[in-house]
């Protein structure tokens, strides 16, 4: 059975970074592509990160330059870390798997979206 578990979520201030991590059982990281997702309230979830099983990553026009995604196969964690986080950052963010074979461009669009999701892990920037 696959679970995945958010943290390290919390609230900064603008300016200030964060790292999420997301631990993975139930499946073998380094073959499925994952990404983090995130939802504002009132919006919808969108993608924010995602790399594929051969490591090519994907990023939002809007976080791109401050966000990284990584794994470490080893601990089967999932990372995210975010720098220069803005005040439009705040959302709830998801870590998800897709053991379909879809690309990493294909997952961050959610054209059809995740196979596995986790509960999420709330993010709040104040300005």
């Known amino acids: 059975q696959v679970h995945l578990v958010e943290s390290g979520g919390g609230s900064v201030q603008a300016g200030g970074s964060l790292r999420l991590a997301c631990e993975v059982s139930?499946?073998?990281?380094?073959?499925?592509?994952m990404g983090w997702f995130r939802q504002a309230q009132g919006k919808e979830r969108e993608g924010v990160a995602t790399?594929?099983?051969?490591?090519?990553?994907r990023y939002a026009d809007s976080v791109k330059g401050r966000f990284t995604i990584s794994q470490d196969n080893s601990k089967k964690t999932l990372f995210l870390e975010m720098s220069n986080l803005q005040p439009e950052d705040t959302a709830m963010y998801y870590c998800?798997?897709?053991?379909?074979?879809?690309?990493?461009?294909?997952?961050?669009?959610?054209?059809?979206?995740?196979?596995?999701w986790g509960k999420g892990i709330q993010v709040t920037i104040s300005s």
């Open positions: 790399i594929d099983n051969d490591g090519t990553s």
């Open positions: 998800a798997a897709d053991t379909r074979g879809l690309t990493a461009s294909q997952t961050l669009r959610l054209d059809f979206g995740m196979n596995y």
């Open positions: 139930g499946l073998i990281l380094r073959k499925y592509c």
